[in-house]
């Protein structure tokens, strides 16, 4: 089974192509606000690397947020035309549950920083049970959630620490999401949709 793994979310963009619980090739870069530029061409040169035509992949896993609301339509107009020309399989896999079954800690708290005081966060625990389902909320109401795990594991895309909340930044385990997400049933290429958590702030006042 070979799969194509995509994540335009965040200012990293991560292509890898996995192979049989294997990685036979992978690009992760840090090149925010560039993702239009060189997201399909990582694509190109992960198949490239690999030395595999773009038919011959299986499947396609595709991170659809939340995170950068540019980022994440990237990411998924990628999935979908590969998906639809190849008549490969899509699968859609939330940016937090990804950073959640990449951390092997007894409870995991991924975390994203929405700016202002606004955080998309998520609780789960090792054998990735949702103890909180993924959310959009203040800096208070992470806090609370924080302060009922003493030892969890906050994890980010983006390390940062602003004096009450402190995240490691944490690289995808594609291996595991893989595995995690392989029965997991494929969307059309057509219905995949970013799971923005919120609104774009442009359509924030115009949402009744």
Known sequence: MRTLFIDTSSSDVSIAIVENEKIISKIIKNIPNQHS???VKFVNDVLENAQIDAKDIDNIMVVNGPGSFTGIRIGLTIAKIYGYLLKKDIITVSSLRAMALSSDAKIVIPVIDAHHDNYYYGV???????ILKDNFNNKD??????SKYEDADIVSNEEFDNGDIKARK???DIVNIINHYKYELPSNPHFIVPNYLKLPQALEGKHD
């Open 37 to 39: 530029i060189y997201a």
């Open 124 to 130: 789960y625990d090792m054998f990735d049970n949702i």
């Open 141 to 146: 109401e992470l806090l609370k959630q924080i």
């Open 170 to 172: 944490i690289e995808y």
